[in-house]
């Protein structure tokens, strides 16, 4: 090969390897958290508090509870906050609904739990970058069944639907945190498929509210008015007295 064809095949391996670093911040647009609500903009404030390294945010469906978790991970991502974003949830059907055998890689199995996160993602990267992104665990999902004896560093840990959790469960999740890492634990305790004293994400509720020192974890409550999905979806909740 000559010199010049040389340093040609250089410059575009070089070209390459930019464009590669860049794919995964040149997706449709920037991520732009902006509350529609006084809570929301409570859960944003915590969300994007370097002091706060454990925030749950509990509540009605629809009020923004996994989709802005989501959201400050992405803008964490892009900032070069931390280095990749991991995705947990309880592996548990609505009333123990069975699936039966799910084909596939671990991705393709948890799939059905994860498409609510992998939805907001599709809003900054197109599915080509996020195959990339699995690929590579800059995005990875880990079940709860695979957390144990893992530490998590420069992470954005979103365990969303933890109402499914068991007590074991929550406390085996908050000790996966390492340094320079930041989760959100996100549930519906009024959509439980695990009840009192089985339901983790109420038994770690009540341990923060005795404790009353939490320098590192804050919570938040969403209510009915900060439901943002059609109207109806409200409506239905009252008919269910889930809100008021």
């Not at 085996?172 to 009192?196: F, H, P």
């Not at 943002?228 to 008021?244: D, F, G, N």
Request: aromatic share 6%; with cysteine; glycine share 6%.
């Amino acid at each position: 090969m000559s010199k010049r064809k040389t340093k040609l095949y250089q410059a575009e391996a070089v070209e390459s390897n930019v464009v590669s670093l860049n794919t995964y911040y040149s997706k449709k647009r920037q991520v732009q958290l902006l509350p529609k609500t006084l809570n929301q903009e409570a859960y944003i404030n915590l969300l994007t508090d370097p002091g706060k390294i454990i925030i749950f945010a509990t509540g009605p469906a629809g009020t923004g509870k996994t989709m802005l978790a989501t959201m400050a991970g992405i803008q964490a991502l892009k900032q070069g906050q931390v280095t990749k974003i991991v995705l947990t949830r309880p592996a548990v059907g609505v009333d123990d609904e069975q699936h039966g055998f799910l084909p596939g890689d671990l991705n393709q199995k948890m799939e059905p739990w994860t498409r609510p996160l992998f939805d907001v993602l599709l809003e900054y990267y197109d599915r080509k970058e996020i195959a990339r992104m699995l690929d590579e665990q800059i995005v990875e999902i880990s079940p709860l069944a695979f957390m144990r004896g893992r530490t998590f560093k420069d992470a954005w840990i979103i365990a969303d639907e933890m109402q499914n959790a068991t007590p074991n469960q929550m406390k085996m999740l908050l000790t996966r945190l390492g340094e320079n890492s930041k989760m959100i634990v996100t549930g519906d305790t009024r959509q439980a498929d695990r009840r009192d004293p089985d339901n983790g994400l109420l038994d770690f509720k009540e341990l923060v509210a005795q404790y009353k020192q939490c320098k590192f974890v804050a919570g938040i409550e969403m209510s009915g008015k900060d439901i943002q999905r059609h109207p109806a979806v409200v409506e239905i909740l009252k008919i269910y007295k889930e809100i008021v």
